[in-house]
Structure formats: structure tokens, C-alpha cells
């Protein structure tokens, strides 16, 4: 008997599926973000220009993507080598623009993102878009909330054309498409007005939204955040904002949450059913915060292990957790990062799916907090490697062990005579 089969055995004495678990899997759909791949730089402004908003990427490691070919070829190399296929998610930073052409936020078409369309058509992925009210000299440093009027004009017509790009992604792949509305906005010290921000935020969204869309096909969010780097004192777009402009905005608007966007000791896995007791969609930003917002690479560690499983719980992979990765780390392999975070978040779904949550419910609805703590313990020594290791082999992804030697020979091959 092999491992695998061994492994089976052991899982259906839990009562649990293991080949119902591999196909739920296989049709789940996580977003990858474009941005790992060149450190959130982009393609529109200035690459050398700051990261600004209050995120940062620090680190040099060579390599990074420094046009459209090559972060493309690195993301086709990243889809190699994860099991499955992933969701496209780009920032609106990403637009592909002819030799000689170039517009700003406000003015960006459908057509900029034409041979995005075409890199995802070609591989058969839907695709998830970002407006980016960040890195651009028009960010006063405010921009959906800044008092000047032609400031926030700018980047509400940077919204609305973010939406018609939304809905041609959509339209174009077949697949309905996320849009995250996240603004740095805010101080680094003590403000002289909370309030007149926040109001000129929620009107911009408004505006933004007035934008004809079919909320069908494209779903904006809006993302809540806790602080950043030089916006230490006050964000407009806090939890309690966007939380309340997702619900009294339900009928075009779901709430975001960015697992590094909250005080170090709150967790979004708690936050998860919380939040699916009142929307019947949520969209989260899968990350790893390091102290704070860090954005580091997602590990196999117990925190993404827990939203996988509440995810799974929930209800989630029918549809109503829109899913994404969000991190960026400059100073390992981009590749690297990329994959190792993509399959750790993989890795933490199928575990939640071995789990047999219906007899854990009982146990806890019967009262039974002994046994439900001996046997969340024992299911934690499980066989669940091998199950993975099946999961990467029928959807034609190479093993743990095996997949690090491609990047290394990618490297040498490609990312090293970059400079
Ligand atoms: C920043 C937010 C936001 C960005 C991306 C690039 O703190 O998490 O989602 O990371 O949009
Ligand atoms: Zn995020």
C-alpha cells in the first residue's frame, strides 16, 4: 500500500474523504498578485519613485521584474509550480501601455489592460484589479479623502475607470473580477480634524460606485487598515469605516480584510464568521504581518491555518470568501515567495478540509470541550503530507523537494543576468 493509500485509510476512519477533500481543492481559486514579482513598483510611474501609503518593501534580492515580458515570464513560472490554477490580481499601476503612449490614473481604458487579457486568456485565468491610490505624485499625500477638490476629482475618476477595467476583465475571462479599494490615507501624527476626512472617504466611494456596474460580474470592496508607515496616528479608511460603508453599501459593496491590518493580538480568522453572520460575501487579503503590516511571505504557520479552516467551515469555497494573497518581500527569490506562499495558503485549506467539522460541532454544541480538544490535537499528527503531496501530483505540480530546483535553475537562467 502506498502512503497515500495508507493515508486515506487513516482519514476515513475520522470519517473523513480525502478524495472529496482533493476535488473541493482543485476548484478553489486563490488571486495571485502581480505586484511580488517587482516590489510593487509597476509600469506607469516612475519605477525608482518611493513606495508610498504607508507600505514598503525592503530588501534587494536581484532579480526583479523590470517590464510587462519579464514579469509575466515570472508569473507564468510561479503557475508552474503551484498545483491548480490561480486567479489573476492586478493593480491598475499594471497598465500595458504602446510604445510612446502613456496617460495618468484618471484617463486609464479597458485597453491598457488588453495584453493582461490576453496572458490570461491564453492560460485560462480570471482576473481580480486594484485601483492604485498609491505611489503618484498626486497623492497630496491624501487622495479619495484629500480636502482639495481637484485632488480628490483625480482619483474618483481613477475609481470609476478602475471600474469599467473591472467590468472588461470580467467580461473578457468569463470570471467575475474583485476590486479592492484600499487608500493609504491618513497622518503620522495627531490630526486636527478625524471626521472631514472620513466623510470626503465615504463620498468618493459613493461617486466611485456611481459608476453603472453590474455587481454580478464586478465586486468592489473596500479595505479597512489600522495603520502604516508614516501614517502612524489616524487612517481614514479604519475598521469601523469600511466595515460600516460595506454594510449600509451591501447591494455594491463587500468589506475586505487584510490579516495585517489589525492590532498584533486580533485575529481575522475570528473575524471571519463574524463577518459571513451579516454579508453574504467577504473578500480577504491573505498575509503574514511580522509585528505589523509587514507583508511577509504566507508561512504554513497556526493563524493562516486557522482562517483556512474557517474559511472551509463557513461555507467559504462555495464562493462567499473571495480570496487573495497580499504580500511582498524583496529580499528572497520573488519567486520563491510567490510559490511558497501560494501552496502554504493551498496547503492550509486542505488541512481545514481533512478535518470532520461536523463531528467537532457536535462535540461542541453537546458540550463535549474534552474530547473537541483531543481531537483537534490528534488531527494535527495526521498524515496530511501525503494527502498533499497527492494534491500536487494529479494537478501537475511538482512535490515538496522537488519544486525549489526550478527556481534556483530560473535564476541562474533568467533572474540573475537581469540587473
Ligand atoms: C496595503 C494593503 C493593500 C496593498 C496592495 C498592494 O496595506 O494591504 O492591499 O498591499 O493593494
Ligand atoms: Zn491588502
Not at 477533500?21 to 525608482?48: M, Y
Not at 503551484?82 to 499594471?94: D, R, T, W
Not at 520573488?334 to 485549506?349: E, H
Request: charged share 30%; net charge negative.
Amino acid at each position: 500500500m502506498s502512503r497515500f493509500e495508507e493515508a486515506v485509510k487513516k482519514y476515513a476512519v475520522l470519517g473523513i474523504s480525502v478524495e472529496k477533500a482533493l476535488e473541493k481543492l482543485k476548484n478553489v481559486s486563490i488571486s495571485l498578485h502581480c505586484w511580488q514579482g517587482d516590489d510593487v513598483r509597476g509600469f506607469d510611474t516612475d519605477p525608482n519613485k518611493p513606495l508610498t501609503g504607508g507600505i514598503q518593501t525592503t530588501g534587494n534580492y536581484p532579480g526583479r521584474a523590470r517590464n510587462p515580458e519579464e514579469l509575466m515570464a515570472d508569473i507564468d513560472k510561479v503557475i508552474s509550480l503551484v498545483p491548480g490554477k490561480p486567479k489573476m490580481n492586478l493593480h491598475a499601476s499594471y497598465a500595458i501601455f504602446e510604445k510612446g503612449e502613456w496617460v495618468d490614473r484618471d484617463k486609464l481604458e479597458p485597453r491598457h489592460f488588453a495584453k493582461w487579457v490576453q496572458f490570461c486568456k491564453e492560460r485560462g485565468l480570471g482576473c481580480d484589479f486594484n485601483p492604485t491610490f498609491f505611489s503618484h505624485p498626486k497623492c497630496d499625500p491624501l487622495t479619495l479623502s484629500s480636502p482639495n477638490e481637484e485632488t480628490r476629482k483625480f482619483w474618483i475618476d481613477h475609481g470609476k475607470a478602475s471600474i469599467r477595467i473591472s467590468s472588461y476583465l470580467a467580461e473578457e475571462l468569463g470570471q467575475p473580477c474583485v476590486m479592492n479599494i484600499w487608500t493609504g490615507d491618513g497622518f503620522k501624527d495627531i490630526p486636527g480634524d478625524r471626521l472631514g476626512p472620513r466623510k470626503r472617504y465615504r463620498e468618493s466611494i459613493d461617486a466611485i460606485l456611481a459608476e453603472p456596474f453590474d455587481f454580478a460580474q464586478v465586486k468592489p470592496c473596500v479595505e479597512s487598515k489600522v495603520f502604516g508607515i508614516g501614517v502612524e496616528s489616524y487612517t481614514a479608511g479604519s475598521a469601523e469605516f469600511s466595515l460600516a460603508y460595506a454594510a449600509m453599501n451591501k447591494d455594491k459593496c463587500i468589506p475586505l480584510m487584510d490579516n495585517g491590518h489589525y492590532h498584533p493580538t486580533e485575529v481575522v480568522s475570528d473575524k471571519i464568521p463574524a463577518m459571513l453572520a451579516f454579508f453574504d460575501e467577504i473578500a480577504l487579503h491573505v498575509t503574514r504581518p511580522v509585528r505589523w503590516d509587514s507583508d511577509h511571505v504566507v508561512l504554513f504557520d497556526d493563524e493562516t491555518k486557522e482562517i483556512a479552516k474557517e474559511i472551509v467551515r463557513c461555507g467559504g469555497l462555495e464562493g462567499s470568501v473571495k480570496m487573495a494573497l497580499d504580500y511582498f518581500d524583496a529580499s528572497i527569490n520573488r519567486i520563491s515567495a510567490w510559490t511558497v506562499g501560494y501552496r502554504n495558503f493551498q496547503k492550509a485549506l486542505l488541512f481545514a478540509l481533512l478535518q470532520p467539522v461536523e463531528e467537532l460541532k457536535a462535540l461542541q454544541d453537546k458540550g463535549n470541550l474534552t474530547k473537541l480538544m483531543v481531537v483537534q490535537e490528534e488531527l494535527k499528527t495526521m498524515p496530511f503530507a501525503d494527502v498533499w503531496d497527492e494534491f500536487c501530483r494529479v494537478n501537475g505540480a511538482p512535490l515538496d523537494g522537488e519544486w525549489f530546483r526550478e527556481v534556483e535553475k530560473y535564476e541562474e537562467e533568467v533572474l540573475l543576468k537581469r540587473n
